[in-house]
Every structure is written in structure tokens, then in C-alpha cells.
Nanobody, 114 residues
Framework: QVQLVESGGGLVQAGGSLRLSCAAN????????MGWYHQAPGKQRELVAA???????TYADSEKGRFTISRDNAKNTVYLQMNKLKPEDTGFYYC????????WGQGTQVTVSS
């Protein structure tokens, strides 16, 4: 069973940047379309970015131009570069396949102060 481990979150001021990482143990992610999901406090988890197996990407409207998803299949890792962060980006970030077919990891917490 693939285990997903997210890292890279933290506390940052509005306008700052963070780079999140998602490493997988127990299986390869290389053939999957992978996504990053954001769960704001008190809200449902939402897909913010996705990348397919050959590097094609898609973003939610609010993240376009600010976030960049990438992957390194050799390292079995997916990344999310987050720039120009806003207070509304606060919450937990999780990675999973597009459609969330794997067990969720613990996520990584991002807090953006105004």
C-alpha cells in the first residue's frame, strides 16, 4: 500500500513563498496523475493543482499564476511551489492521486499571516 508523506509547510507572511513536497513509500507514483489538495479551516478538501504522468498541469482558478506543481519521478516525489501566498491559503495541504484513490497522508500545515 502506497504511503504518502507531505512536508514543507510552515508559517509565512502574506506575499511569501513555500515549497511543499510529497514523497511516496511502498509504490511508484510515476504513472498516476497526482494532485495537491487544500483543506481550509472548517471547509472541505479541494483540489488546487494536478500534474499528469508526462508533466501536463492544471490549476484551480485562484491558484493560477501563483502555484506551480511539479514532479520528480526518479525521486517518487511531487512538489508544490507556492508564491504570493494569501491568508486564504491557510490550511492543511495533502497530495493524492487525481480522484483521491490512495489513503490520505497526514498533510502539511500552512499558515499565512496578514
Amino acid at each position: 500500500q502506497v504511503q504518502l508523506v507531505e512536508s514543507g509547510g510552515g508559517l509565512v507572511q502574506a506575499g511569501g513563498s513555500l515549497r511543499l513536497s510529497c514523497a511516496a513509500n511502498g509504490g511508484s507514483l510515476s504513472l498516476w496523475t497526482m494532485g495537491w489538495y487544500h483543506q481550509a479551516p472548517g471547509k472541505q478538501r479541494e483540489l488546487v493543482a494536478a500534474i499528469n504522468s508526462i508533466g501536463g498541469t492544471t490549476y484551480a482558478d485562484s491558484e493560477k499564476g501563483r502555484f506551480t506543481i511539479s514532479r520528480d519521478n526518479a525521486k517518487n516525489t511531487v512538489y508544490l511551489q507556492m508564491n504570493k501566498l494569501k491568508p486564504e491559503d491557510t490550511g492543511f495541504y495533502y497530495c493524492n492521486t487525481y480522484g483521491a484513490t490512495l489513503n490520505w497522508g497526514q498533510g502539511t500545515q500552512v499558515t499565512v499571516s496578514s
